[in-house]
């Protein structure tokens, strides 16, 4: 069962405007949450991590909200730009995980000019 | 910063093959990871190692196995390579909550 899940496979949005890119998770023990981008042909990277205390972590074009009592989060790109075309996974840790993070099925941006 | 590195970027392997890919990490890092990572189907967890000689099964083990004789190196092998693990492969390690995992740039895996 997947504890982590993004259910929109793919968004499709122009350039200069913003992306919004939406997960959700059903473990009420993670108590961090992570998203990387991925390009093919090449391994994930990290993009912005958030902790459960926190509501909102900002870093330059990028936003993460978390709303703890919807067990949901958004990533916020603005503006948008075509070399942010790519795969964009949400992840989730917590508890005696061992480090193991979970992670959603991805969800394919494509920004156009 | 962390380098993670995978020995292969493309394999071509036969079915029935017994195939290894590697993972090596610069750093003292304790946890690693094997996933592989299939459209639409996101990242799935094989085998994760949290010391020398220690392992666990993640979702998906039926087929690998693994291996961790040294801190710094996590081998996954494939017994018999069969068409369904044609795959990119991807080796992790857990930095801590607030960075979660490096990876390394993938293994393509392709079984004919």
């Known amino acids: 069962d997947q504890q982590v899940k993004q259910n929109s496979p793919s968004l499709s949005v122009q350039e200069g405007r913003i992306s919004i890119l939406n997960c959700d998770y059903t473990n009420s023990m993670f108590d961090y949450f992570l998203w990387y981008k991925k390009y093919p042909a090449e391994g994930p990277t990290f993009l912005i991590s958030?902790?459960?205390?926190?509501d909102k972590n900002e870093d330059g074009r990028f936003t993460v909200f978390l709303n703890k009592s919807a067990k949901h989060l958004s990533l916020h790109i603005v503006p948008s730009q075509p070399g942010d075309s790519a795969v964009y996974f949400c992840?989730?840790?917590?508890?005696?995980?061992?480090?193991?993070?979970?992670f959603g099925r991805g969800t394919q941006l494509t920004v156009w000019p | 910063d962390v380098k993670v590195t995978q020995s292969s970027r493309y394999l071509v392997k036969r079915t029935g093959e017994k195939v290894f890919l590697e993972c090596v990490q610069d750093m003292d890092h304790e946890n690693m990871f094997w996933y592989r990572q299939d459209p639409g189907l996101g990242l799935r967890l094989i085998y994760f190692?949290?010391?020398?000689?220690?392992?666990e099964k993640g979702d998906i083990p039926e087929g690998y196995s693994v291996s961790r004789e040294k801190k710094e190196r996590f081998s996954l092998i494939l017994e018999s390579a069969s068409t369904n693990q044609t795959s990119m492969y991807l080796c992790?390690?857990?930095?801590?909550?607030?960075?979660?995992?490096?990876f390394g740039s993938g293994t393509r895996l392709t079984v004919v």
């Open positions: 958030i902790s459960s205390i926190k």
């Open positions: 992840a989730a840790c917590g508890g005696s995980t061992l480090g193991r993070l979970y």
């Open positions: 190692s949290y010391d020398v000689k220690m392992k």
């Open positions: 992790a390690i857990y930095r801590g909550q607030g960075k979660g995992y490096t």
